[in-house]
């Protein structure tokens, strides 16, 4: 039992605990609403510590709050951060594809069921949810794109496109399908919305990864050779509680498409794959530059895009996943970058041949 007499309250405090704190009868304690407190009393502390007059009820609720604050933070020692498992693994140190599958490493995978379910911890924040996303992302990079094979992890702001934060149109209420298990979609021929509406992901919950690949760039003048990195591909962590998820419009401007600046005018890609965290859902693109419609980004594939990264899912965020490390990625001048592969060649592609 915890001693209430020890706890370092100021003066006030611990005389108001004490008038509003009822005496056992032996058969148990009794509620706020059984306490017989002489206003007297309470007039003699107004008195004396030269408050202003406080109803009874306000003056024991303030009491009891101020203890209740004291109690939890003094004596119990809780620390918010610790009531959701911090699993993190190390990302020098986890074993890549070429060592291991996703789903044979438990330390990883109980890190993403981890970052999963914190989106329903009552206490969680936005800022320790991208804190989280930082380091899963990290892992899950690094095992996927084997340093073997000459892939580069960088941590990346994804400006400028992420200054603002990204916005995403949403659809009327009328134009989401309401039935149960229903993809909500738009009807055939909406009519125009005079006002649209749209779901801000702020700047400062935005963040993001590149890929890069290092090559070896012969100078054809001496034949001298120099080892350079290049981006490869990009993942980007948007953090949200996807509460209005549902109501995101996807077209024209797909919410990937925060990494196409990156991919088609800093990296020079042409054709390639990107990565988005969005909440505690992973989704998987395709990028194209030449596309018809100027929609650069589409769905990697048709089904199994857009997945919840818990134990059910994670099988299939596996295979999105190596979807996306095995493609090859071709840039504007034509060179073709390769993929990851399970397996390790112990060489350095040359950048011109």
């Known amino acids: 039992m915890v001693d ?3 706890l370092e ?3 006030l405090d611990q005389e108001l605990y004490d008038l509003a704190t009822p005496a056992s ?9 059984d306490m017989n407190i002489d206003p007297s009393l309470l007039e003699d502390l107004h008195t004396e ?4 007059p406080k109803s009874l009820a306000s003056v024991v609720t303030d009491a009891l709050e101020k203890f209740s604050e004291v109690e939890d ?4 020692n809780v620390d918010v951060a610790d009531e959701i498992p911090a699993i993190r693994v190390d990302p020098d140190t986890v074993p890549d594809i070429t060592q291991s599958k996703l789903l044979k490493i438990p330390d990883l995978c109980a890190q993403c069921y981890s970052y999963y379910d914190a989106y329903s911890h009552p206490k969680a924040t936005m800022e320790s949810h991208l804190e989280r996303a930082k380091h899963l992302a990290h892992a899950l990079l690094r095992h996927y794109f084997p340093s073997s094979q000459g892939f580069i992890v960088e941590p990346t702001s994804l400006l400028p496109t992420s200054k603002y934060g990204w916005s995403m149109e949403t659809l009327p209420a009328e134009q989401i399908g309401h039935q149960k298990g229903k993809t909500p979609k738009r009807k055939s021929n909406p009519e ?3 006002d649209p509406t749209y779901h801000l992901i702020p700047a400062d919950l935005i963040t993001g990864f590149v890929v890069k690949k290092r090559y070896i760039e012969t100078d054809p003048e001496d034949n001298s050779e ?3 990195a290049i981006p490869h591909t990009y993942l980007a962590i948007m953090i949200d509680t996807l509460a209005t998820k549902p109501t995101w419009q996807t077209n024209p401007c797909q919410r990937g498409d925060i990494m196409s600046y990156h991919l088609g005018h800093l990296s020079q890609i042409e054709k390639g794959t990107a990565i988005l965290i969005v909440g505690n859902m992973v989704e998987f693109y395709r990028f194209n530059l030449k596309n018809e419609k100027h929609q650069y980004m589409s769905r990697l594939v048709q089904k199994d895009w857009s997945l919840p990264m818990d134990e059910s899912h994670l099988a299939l965020v596996n295979q999105g996943f190596m979807h996306v490390v095995q493609a090859h990625v071709v840039y504007q001048d034509g060179f073709v970058g390769e993929g990851a592969t399970r397996w390790n060649t112990g060489e350095l592609k040359v950048l011109d041949e």
Do not use: A, F, R
């Open 192 to 194: 125009p919305s005079v």
């Open 226 to 228: 120099t080892e350079i």
């Open 9 to 11: 309250l100021n003066c």
């Open 49 to 52: 510590h030269q408050l202003q």
């Open 4 to 6: 209430h007499g020890e």
């Open 73 to 76: 933070s003094e004596i119990l």
């Open 25 to 33: 009868n032996g058969e148990g304690d009794s509620g706020v609403d």
